[in-house]
T-cell receptor, first 113, second 114 residues
Framework: DTAVSQTPKYLVTQMGNDKSIKCEQN?????MYWYKQDSKKFLKIMFS???????INETVPNRFSPKSPDKAHLNLHINSLELGDSAVYFC????????????FGPGTRLTVL | DAKTTQPPSMDCAEGRAANLPCNHS???????VYWYRQIHSQGPQYIIH???NNETNEMASLIITEDRKSSTLILPHATLRDTAVYYC???????????????FGKGTHLIIQP
């Protein structure tokens, strides 16, 4: 069974569109995250979400919004997509917010044309 | 910004031990050393972590110097599947992931040669 899954694996869309990426974890973890890996391969935290507490990296534009329908899911909504949003987005989870052992999903490659 | 320094790339022969160094000279007393790796086109994978003592698990060993300013990740018998980018990450004990997330640097691209 996949521990952290993401859909879709690939997403190609036009500038200005709104899109969502879904993430689910079946590990019973309390905390979930979204990371962005750009073309230079730098991996940066975007959000962490624990017990309905959202912590946002201050550099993330407000066009990006995570939504958690329940503890096992943390979806990423992106409005008004821009060319610079093209990247691979990884979802991750950890048992507790203080736990540095995180389990990552396989990633979603977003291409904005 | 990452608090660690790693060589950009290393080669290792298949079957030999791969020793990956990491410098973290500004580490503070409440910070752990974590190691992750990222195989091409996959998500990062946790390997091991430690505070002061050396650690070993089924994947690797972690050797931390007594002054904690550097560490070495050891893959005892490298295989071709160990080819990946290896990240050394320093993170506070009580904020391991939640508050700030993990800060990944550039890592070391380890290439296992047949």
């Amino acid at each position: 069974d996949t521990a952290v899954s993401q859909t879709p694996k690939y997403l190609v869309t036009q500038m200005g569109n709104d899109k969502s990426i879904k993430c689910e974890q079946n590990l019973g973890h309390d905390t979930m995250y979204w990371y962005k890996q750009d073309s230079k391969k730098f991996l940066k935290i975007m959000f962490s979400y624990n017990n309905k507490e959202l912590i946002i990296n201050e550099t993330v534009p407000n066009r990006f919004s995570p939504k958690s329908p329940d503890k096992a899911h943390l979806n990423l909504h992106i409005n008004s997509l821009e060319l610079g949003d093209s990247a691979v987005y990884f979802c991750a989870s950890s048992q507790f917010s203080t736990d540095g052992e995180q389990f990552f999903g396989p990633g979603t490659r977003l291409t904005v044309l | 910004d990452a608090k660690t320094t790693q060589p950009p790339s290393m080669d290792c022969a298949e079957g030999r031990a791969a020793n990956l160094p990491c410098n973290h000279s500004t580490i503070s007393g409440n910070e752990y050393v974590y190691w992750y790796r990222q195989i091409h086109s996959q998500g990062p994978q946790y390997i091991i972590h430690g505070l002061k003592n050396n650690e070993t698990n089924e994947m690797a060993s972690l050797i931390i110097t007594e002054d904690r300013k550097s560490s070495t990740l050891i893959l005892p018998h490298a295989t071709l599947r160990d080819t990946a980018v290896y990240y050394c990450i320093v993170t506070p004990m009580y904020s391991g992931g939640g508050a700030d997330g993990l800060t990944f640097g550039k890592g070391t691209h380890l290439i296992i040669q047949p």
